[in-house]
């Protein structure tokens, strides 16, 4: 079974020119597909002298092991490594890589094509950093995220490079050199692109971080945002689930948890560290579709 997300796009806008009964685009046979036994329609064009199938336009194409795409999408967003999919699944580790990324282009392409949230306008939303690294903790990496406050849908992200920060500060550069710093900018990138999503004047919730006050005020004007003091991170959430009493950002700390928990290279303990921050990313925005398609049930789609 193929994954509900990918992009058939192309293959449905070719399925539609290639009609047969014109005078250009005649049907010229089928072949049976070997990944899959299934039966796929070849056409042929008298103009270009070309032959070309419904298939040829797809992101899948070349694929030998496509029925797995979708239990493959399913054990990445469930805290699953690359080694124990290819364990479980009786594969090649390289194909196991090979499915990782393939899955992680075509999410971040659809989360830029607003294919992960609702045909509406999004509501009140929060939005904070969390913290990881790359190979080392001497190359720490940011994550901006945006969480809507009332479904915990996750509307969008954005990962940063950032410099290391107190007694490994020095060690790091003097090891890998200056790090350049990308939260101020890609924070303003996120926030740009949560308001084409959310035009209406919004409440906007965040911590009492001070470099959040202007990019909020330059993008969201007419928007009310109230921020709050950080808590005491439980022991159980390790940081991301607050304890005492009520959180106002529980939707958005309730949520990076979950990434905690399910991306195996964001738990607090874990050797299945990231080795390239695009991975990463990757790795997030297959999270996404599986956290907002499958785990939110009080989400719709159609509206």
């Known amino acids: 079974m193929n994954c509900p997300f990918l992009l058939n796009t192309l293959l449905q806008e070719a399925k539609s020119e290639f009609q047969p009964g014109t005078h250009v685009v005649i049907r010229s046979g089928m072949f049976l597909r070997r ?5 796929i329609q070849r056409f042929f064009c008298k103009t270009c002298r070309k032959s070309f199938s419904t298939e040829t336009t797809s992101p899948m194409k070349f694929q030998k092991k496509r029925h797995l795409n979708d239990l493959v999408f399913s054990l990445f967003g469930s805290s699953v490594s690359q080694r124990r999919v290819a364990k479980l699944l009786s ?7 090979r499915k990782f990324v393939f899955l992680g282009k075509i999410c971040l392409k659809d989360i830029e ?4 949230i609702p045909k509406r306008a999004i509501g009140d939303f929060i939005f904070d950093e969390m913290e990881t690294f790359e190979h080392t903790k001497m190359k720490p990496l940011s994550i901006a995220l945006a969480v809507e406050e009332k479904t915990r849908l996750i509307i969008d992200f954005k990962v940063s490079a950032m410099r290391a920060k107190g007694l490994l500060a020095e060690r790091s550069r003097k090891k890998y050199g200056i790090r350049k710093d990308e939260r101020k900018k890609n924070l303003n990138l996120l926030l740009s692109r949560l308001k084409l999503l959310s035009p209406n004047p919004v409440m906007i919730k965040s911590d009492m971080n001070p470099h959040y ?21 439980c022991i159980v959430g390790q940081g991301e689930l607050k304890s005492g009493g009520f959180d106002p950002l529980f939707s958005f700390n309730h949520t990076a948890a979950m990434l905690r928990a399910n991306i195996n290279r964001l738990a607090r303990r874990t050797w299945s560290t990231t080795k390239k921050s695009e991975c990463l990313s990757y790795h997030i925005a297959i999270y996404v579709f599986y956290h907002n398609l499958r785990l939110l049930k009080n989400v719709s789609f159609l509206t």
């Open 213 to 233: 006050l202007n990019p909020v005020r330059k993008i969201f004007p007419k928007s009310f945002h109230q921020t709050f003091k950080g808590k005491r991170g």
């Open 91 to 97: 594969i090649n580790r390289k194909t196991a890589v």
């Open 113 to 116: 094509s607003k294919k992960h």
């Open 35 to 39: 990944s899959d036994h299934s039966k």
